[in-house]
């Protein structure tokens, strides 16, 4: 592959993660910033994948996109599904 090709691939899938972090940041819906949180852990893991970097890839598809989120989700079913937002 390309190498200019794939440092703009990585380039791009960097401002995404970006913005999937600032997005879950923000977002008052728990289960959309795991949603966002999980959006960024795939860009994570497409960038392994090109840096050739699989040991790394494998282990953070199954904790980053799979056992994370299915955590964060059980939590907040436990709990309330939004934020509540402080007056004053």
């Known amino acids: 592959m390309n190498p200019a090709y794939t440092l ?5 899938l960097c401002i995404t993660a970006l913005i999937a972090s600032i997005l879950a940041i923000r977002s008052r819906d728990l289960v959309k910033a795991v949603a966002f ?7 994570y893991a497409i960038i392994y994948a090109l840096l050739l970097a699989p040991d790394i890839l494998f282990v953070y598809v199954a904790v980053g996109v799979g056992i994370y989120p299915v955590l964060m989700l059980y939590a907040i079913s436990k ?3 939004f934020e ?3 007056e004053g």
């Open 79 to 81: 709990t309330k599904r």
């Open 8 to 12: 703009s691939l990585v380039l791009y």
């Open 37 to 43: 949180s999980a959006m960024q852990s795939v860009a």
């Open 84 to 86: 509540e937002v402080e």
